[in-house]
């Protein structure tokens, strides 16, 4: 469902991805690790095209969704980022209420039906593991939220326009152990109905919530594998070495 087939990215001459090929399917969790500047951050933003919106930047390969190849000139970005979420490592709520930064997407998109709009909040906020916290507050300002539930935020934000993808980088590096695990739970519950990417620094928490890992190191993917198999037994000797903490 989601391929990548000889991406090679550059920022000027600078060569940050270096021949990544990679498979993800549908309905797993697929966890990026690998040292701070390694292209982690760049090669999950090619799943959107948010890369587009840098300058001078050059992109060479194939980054398929649903065998569709996401940069053909046929392919329209708004769509595609309906299709693709994406939730940030800093909680970024809109100044606007919690209702309001749920329905956001949808009334962007010009949705106007009230009673469909507030059934959708719901949902999203109940995906999100939210709606219990703030079902009584709904016209509170998001900023009145605690970071983890502002993230939660976030997330249900993302979910309202129904994506199927999910991309989400070091979506708790910022919060508390216990905002974190409740992120992690999210994580989990969320990838039956969705296909999830996730960027993170922690490798419990790869190794937690993910199906498969990804280990990226200067700009190339060192190994990718089912991720028990890359914490307890690893093919390549650098992954091992990083994930026991000898550098990185
Ligand atoms: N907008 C940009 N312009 C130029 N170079 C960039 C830009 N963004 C990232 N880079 C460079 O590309 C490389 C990969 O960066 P990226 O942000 O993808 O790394 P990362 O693995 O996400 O790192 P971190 O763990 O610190 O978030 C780095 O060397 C970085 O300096
Ligand atoms: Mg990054």
């Known amino acids: 469902m ?36 390694c292209g982690k951050s760049t090669f999950l933003r090619l ?29 329209q970005v ?25 329905a956001y997407g949808l ?18 906020l109940k995906a999100a593991a939210l709606w219990d916290e703030v079902k009584d507050k709904l016209k509170k300002s998001a900023f009145e939220l605690s970071g983890g539930q502002q993230q939660r935020l976030c997330i ?28 992690e739970e999210l994580i989990y519950s969320l990838k039956k109905d969705y296909t999830i990417v996730i960027v993170t620094h922690n490798m419990q928490q790869a190794a937690r919530v993910s199906d498969k890992t990804g280990f990226f190191m200067l700009g190339e993917l060192i190994e990718f594998n089912d991720t028990k198999k890359m914490f307890l037994n690893p093919d390549k000797e650098q992954t091992q070495n990083y994930i026991t903490g000898r550098f990185g």
């Open 2 to 37: 989601l391929e990548t087939k000889n991406i090679n990215f550059y920022y000027g001459n600078f060569h940050a991805l270096k021949n990544i090929s990679m498979k993800m399917e549908i309905n797993t969790v697929t966890a990026f690790i690998g040292p701070s500047g």
């Open 47 to 75: 799943f959107n095209r948010m890369n587009d919106l840098i300058d001078d930047t050059h992109l060479t390969g194939e980054c398929l969704i649903d065998e569709q190849n996401i940069y053909h000139k046929s392919v």
């Open 78 to 102: 708004d769509e595609l980022r309906k299709k693709v979420g994406m939730v940030f490592q800093k909680p970024n709520p809109f100044p606007k209420s919690i209702f309001e930064n749920v």
């Open 107 to 124: 009334r962007v998109n010009d949705i106007r039906n009230k009673s469909f709009i507030a059934q959708r909040v719901e949902e999203s």
């Open 156 to 183: 249900a934000r993302a979910l309202a326009i129904s994506p199927s993808i999910l991309l989400m980088d070091e979506p708790a590096s910022a919060l508390d152990p216990i905002s974190t695990s409740k992120i």
